[in-house]
Every structure is written in structure tokens, then in C-alpha cells.
């Protein structure tokens, strides 16, 4: 097989589980949300700190799964590891 399409293939196989991070997120958010809310129920004056401890949370999951988008999107359109193969088989 040639050496080329074994890196694309990788690459493609290395996207899909950098784009899995994306429903782990979700799982993550949904789990921050059930947590504030059964939070808040049990201390309905403690809301607002209650509410913004989640929003904090929720930013941190949400910026790994955009990580994980942006290092798909790389491995896809501008996959640094063909020019450094390109270059290597043309010497």
C-alpha cells in the first residue's frame, strides 16, 4: 500500500476519535446541568453562585470540544505530515 494513503487514512481515523470528544462533551454538560439543578433544589438561595459555578464549568467542557473540532479540521484540510512525506520521497 502506499505509503501516502496510509497517513491519509490515519488521519481520517484520528479526526473521528478527536470528533468523539464532541458527544463526550455533551455527556460532560448534561452532567454540569443535572448537578446545578438538583443543586439549586436542594438550596434555592444559593442559586446565582450555583449558576455561575455551572456557566464556568460549562465553558471549560464546551473549549474541549471545540479543541477537538479544530485538531479534525487540521488533520483534514491541512494535514502537516503529507508536505514532511512529500519532501522526504522527492530526494
Do not use: H, W
Not at 479526526?15 to 454540569?32: E, F, H, M, P, Q
Not at 503529507?82 to 522526504?88: E, K
Amino acid at each position: 500500500m502506499d505509503p501516502l494513503a496510509i497517513i491519509i487514512v490515519a488521519a481520517q481515523f484520528a479526526a473521528a476519535i478527536a470528533l468523539l470528544n464532541g458527544v463526550l462533551t455533551t455527556l460532560g454538560d448534561a452532567k454540569i446541568s443535572v448537578a446545578a439543578i438538583e443543586a439549586i433544589a436542594r438550596q434555592p438561595e444559593a442559586a446565582g453562585s450555583v449558576t455561575s459555578n455551572m456557566f464556568v464549568g460549562l465553558a471549560f467542557c464546551e473549549t474541549s470540544g471545540i479543541y477537538g473540532l479544530l485538531i479534525a479540521i487540521i488533520l483534514l484540510f491541512a494535514n502537516p505530515l503529507i508536505p514532511i512525506y512529500l519532501n522526504y520521497i522527492a530526494k
